[in-house]
């Protein structure tokens, strides 16, 4: 059951909204046989059925079929608790103000964690000329690089698209970045503090 909706998800969303089985059959139009059936895995509920059922239990489709219940408690906005979603097929990267279920290329992306800088993915930041200037010494070869480096303050994120072949530099504005973020097509993303660097 749970490589389509799972029952475990529509039974606590119908716990949490105080519903009974017979409750929910009736908003469905459907018999609470039939809603036990899906709860416990014995039966699935027709496609037509999908959206009226997340929309009872006030949740999206995609949450019905992951069997995650996502709550974004970034109610502020605040882009230094953003997350980063980037998928493994095509790399097409989405920056969240807080958790969501997002999916790309027919998979359901996990959150991108950060991951321990090594030699290879250590960024160095320096003041130029008014601006931050960013550096990875990384190879930048078809198959491996730097995909993007990003600054991200807590109202703003600058964000630089890199390609294979150039180099792994950006530069960004210093206006209240807090961290740097360059990201790994094959390692995963990496940050540096910006509170350390000398204007």
């Not at 475990?8 to 459907?30: D, N, S």
Request: glycine share 8%; hydrophobic share 35%; net charge neutral.
């Amino acid at each position: 059951m749970n490589s389509y909706v799972t029952g475990a998800m529509i039974k606590k969303r119908r716990e949490e909204k105080g519903f009974t089985q017979e409750e929910l059959a009736k908003k469905l139009h459907v018999s609470g046989k039939a809603v036990s059936k899906w709860e416990t895995g014995q039966g699935l509920p027709d496609i037509s059925l999908l959206e009226p059922l997340a929309r009872a239990l006030e949740i999206s489709v995609i949450e019905l079929f992951s069997g995650e219940n996502v709550v974004n408690k970034n109610r502020a906005s605040n882009l230094l608790k953003s997350v980063c979603y980037v998928c493994p097929v095509c790399g097409n990267g989405i920056l969240a103000l807080g958790e969501a279920v997002v999916s790309c290329c027919g998979i359901t992306l996990p959150p991108v964690q950060l991951e321990d800088a090594d030699d290879e993915h250590q960024i160095s930041v320096s003041y130029d000329d008014g601006e931050y200037l960013a550096r990875v010494s990384h190879p930048m070869e078809k198959d491996h690089y730097i995909t993007c480096l990003m600054a991200v303050s807590d109202h703003a994120c600058q964000f630089v698209k890199l390609y294979p072949e150039g180099e792994a530099t950006a530069r960004f504005r210093p206006d209240r970045v807090k961290w740097i973020y360059a990201y790994c097509n094959r390692h995963g993303m990496f940050r540096v503090s910006a509170k350390g660097v000398r204007r």
